[in-house]
């Protein structure tokens, strides 16, 4: 007998463009595991509407979302071995965000800082907080217990909502006596947080600080020339800080070059190097890395109708597994609902309420 994969779910938000913080965080991860793992990537766009449910958002939603499949699709994964589907399609993401909301407790949501972050980006403050939003991290445990994963690729921000996750799956376990769902694992990227080149805050798409892995050449070469770096070196021939340097966190995520880096850092250090070299040979590297990335995004993006395509074949797949798990909670909990909806559909012949299961 083949032994089944363990499985995978991860993904993003369309609020726009993918960018090198999310390559690095989950992506890059992703593509290398696609092999071993069975996996489950999701446009998260009901999560979109916890911070931009406003009209001229949603009108966005379908842009943003055809990007985020180019995206993927651009930095390698394969449609063929991973499923690419969309969250709003999946009518059992509502029923199990409801199950789920009632197994955890509002002070443990409220406190996360990640929500406080998201909000704070949102312009939103603590008296019109949408119970959504505080809801966030239950709506992604029923993304991630949908198709039963066990593993989670995401950046850090994302690692407390992944134990949510495991709580929720351990108490729904524990009420109904039936181990329906595994304990999902987080795995964190190569980069945990990867700052922005404002050298302020994480690069995010809301923040305008993102270098996106569509960008083109010149756009690159800019974003590098305007990025912050050590403050306090006006001139060449200061000796400058290396750690915590967004310039040198990318060169070491993003330039293969180590003798080149090492070089760079060791002269920086003794102020013998200009800022302009350093950016100069940072937006080279990062170039080399986008290249074939914005060359595959090309040719898909040429094939008119073939996202659509991956979407709808990939939001089957995961509707069949996601009846399956609704199948295992509702037996669990031996709610009559479900059975009475079946009887209403037409697939069942009878429904009974004592004793009728
Ligand atoms: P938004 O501003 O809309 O929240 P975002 O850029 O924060 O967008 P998300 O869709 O919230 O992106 O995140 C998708 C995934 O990418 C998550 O796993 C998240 O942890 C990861 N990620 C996002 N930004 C970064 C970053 N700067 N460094 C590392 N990982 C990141
Ligand atoms: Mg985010």
């Known amino acids: 007998m083949v032994k089944q994969k363990k499985r995978i779910l991860t993904g993003d938000r369309p609020t726009g463009k993918l960018h090198l913080g999310h390559y690095v965080g989950s992506m890059k991860n992703r593509v290398a595991l696609q092999d071993s793992y069975d996996c489950y990537f999701i446009i998260a766009d009901l999560?979109?509407?916890?911070?931009?449910p406003e009209k001229q958002y949603v009108d966005q939603l379908d842009e943003n979302i055809y990007n985020v499949v180019l995206d993927?699709?651009?930095?390698?994964?394969?449609?063929?071995?991973?499923?690419?589907?969309?969250?709003?399609?999946?009518?059992?993401?509502?029923?199990?965000?409801?199950?789920?909301?009632?197994?955890?407790?509002?002070?443990?949501?409220?406190?996360?800082?990640?929500?406080?972050?998201?909000?704070?980006?949102?312009n939103i403050?603590?008296?019109?907080?949408?119970?959504g939003l505080i809801g966030y991290p239950v709506l992604q445990a029923a993304d991630i217990l949908l198709p039963r994963a066990h593993l989670v690729p995401v950046g850090k921000d994302n690692e407390a909502h992944v134990e949510i996750t495991r709580e929720i799956a351990r108490r729904f376990n524990r009420l109904y006596e039936k181990e329906v769902f595994p304990l999902p694992e987080v795995m964190i990227g190569e980069v945990p947080t990867l700052i922005g080149t404002d050298g302020q805050a994480k690069m995010s798409k809301s923040l305008g600080n993102a270098i996106l892995l569509s960008d083109d050449k010149?756009?690159?070469?800019?974003?590098?020339?305007?990025?912050?770096?050590?403050?306090?070196?006006?001139?060449?021939?200061?000796?400058g800080r290396v750690d915590?340097?967004?310039?040198?966190?990318?060169?070491?995520?993003?330039?293969?070059?180590?003798?080149?880096?090492?070089?760079?850092?060791?002269?920086?250090?003794?102020g013998n190097v200009g800022d302009v070299e350093v950016k100069r040979k940072l937006s080279r590297a990062i170039n080399r890395f986008l290249e074939p990335i914005r060359e595959r995004r090309a040719a898909f993006a040429s094939k008119p109708g073939m996202v659509e395509e991956i979407l709808i074949e990939g939001t089957r797949r995961m509707q069949a597994e996601a009846e399956e798990t609704m199948g295992r909670v509702y037996e669990a909990m031996g709610m009559s609902g479900p059975r009475l909806r079946k009887?209403?559909?037409?697939?069942?012949?009878?429904?009974?309420?004592?004793?009728?299961?």
């Not at 994964?77 to 399609?89: G, R």
């Not at 403050?125 to 119970?131: A, C, Q």
Request: aromatic letters at 8%; hydrophobic letters at 40%; charged letters at 30%.
């Open 125 to 131: 403050n603590d008296e019109i907080v949408p119970f």
């Open 244 to 270: 915590g340097n967004p310039v040198f966190i990318y060169h070491d995520a993003f330039n293969p070059d180590v003798d080149e880096v090492n070089d760079l850092k060791e002269r920086y250090r003794t």
């Open 72 to 122: 993927y699709l651009a930095v390698g994964i394969d449609p063929d071995k991973s499923v690419i589907f969309l969250q709003s399609a999946i009518p059992e993401e509502y029923e199990l965000t409801l199950i789920f909301g009632d197994l955890v407790s509002l002070p443990r949501l409220s406190r996360l800082p990640s929500i406080k972050d998201m909000a704070r980006a949102a």
């Open 218 to 239: 010149k756009t690159v070469e800019q974003r590098v020339r305007s990025m912050y770096t050590d403050p306090n070196r006006v001139r060449a021939d200061i000796p």
């Open 343 to 357: 009887v209403i559909q037409g697939r069942a012949e009878s429904f009974r309420l004592l004793g009728g299961r």
């Open 47 to 52: 999560h979109t509407l916890t911070t931009k």
